[in-house]
């Protein structure tokens, strides 16, 4: 059972556009929810992450949007820039500290 | 910032033989671990979680007799892979979570790739 499903498969934004990755999940126990980057050969490292209290959050460059009652959220990426060229997986957890349910992952190619 | 060790960063080995990889972490204490598997192109899939000094508990579909885990202390935490064979060939990576930092996440190691021949 696929509790995460992450659209697009891959993504091409010229410098500078706006990347926007989506992401859905079923289980309405998860409670947080990460996004990870992931270069080649690289573990994931953590983004910016969301609990469900709010309906965004910004870090820099980093927007996660959150719609609790559609089970959906986000990444925006603002002015993506060719080094931002990466995986990008979202997932979900019941709870902070819990095990993690990941998407299947967006690669996205930023073109200069 | 908290820093996990994954090792070794890449191994080869023949069809037959065991493997052990090691999660450290660096610089905090972590009393929870969790094991991710990811073949090329695509998600991490947990395969167990590993608790200090208790059993890992291993998620539905991966053999426990084949990954052995062990976390004997608050710092290390290793996966054996028994008698591997060609499609135990992935990337391995471990995650640990800080036993102090109530807003800390998992920190996530840089992965060991094993290629079994």
């Known amino acids: 059972q696929q509790q995460v499903k992450q659209s697009p498969q891959s993504l091409i934004v010229q410098k500078g556009g706006i990347s926007i990755i989506n992401c859905a999940y079923e289980?309405?126990?998860?409670?947080?929810f990460p996004w990870y980057q992931q270069f080649p050969g690289k573990g994931p490292a953590l983004l910016i992450a969301?609990?469900?209290?709010?309906s965004e959050k910004k870090e820099g460059r980093f927007t996660i949007s959150f719609n609790k009652s559609a089970k959906q959220f986000s990444l925006h990426i603002m002015d993506s820039q060719p080094g931002d060229s990466a995986t990008y997986f979202c997932?979900?957890?019941?709870?902070?500290?819990?095990?993690?349910?990941f998407g299947q992952g967006t690669e996205l190619s930023v073109k200069p | 910032g908290a820093v996990v060790s994954q090792h070794p960063s890449r191994v080869i080995c023949k069809s037959g033989t065991s493997v052990k990889i090691e999660c450290r972490s660096l610089?905090?204490?972590?009393?929870?671990m969790f094991w991710y598997r990811q073949f090329p192109k695509q998600s991490l899939m947990l395969m167990a979680t590993?608790?200090?000094?208790?059993?890992?508990?291993?998620e539905q579909g991966v053999e426990k007799d084949k990954f052995l885990i062990n976390h004997a202390s608050l710092t290390l935490s290793t996966l054996t892979v028994t008698s591997a064979h060609p499609e135990d060939s992935s990337f391995y990576i471990c995650?640990?979570?800080?036993?102090?930092?109530?807003?800390?996440?998992?920190?996530f190691g840089d992965g060991t790739r094993l290629s079994i021949l």
């Open positions: 995650s640990a979570r800080d036993l102090t930092g109530r807003n800390q996440p998992q920190h």
């Open positions: 289980n309405t126990a998860f409670d947080y």
């Open positions: 997932a979900a957890s019941p709870e902070f500290w819990g095990k993690l349910i």
């Open positions: 610089d905090f204490q972590a009393t929870t």
């Open positions: 969301i609990r469900p209290d709010v």
């Open positions: 590993s608790n200090e000094g208790s059993k890992a508990t291993y």
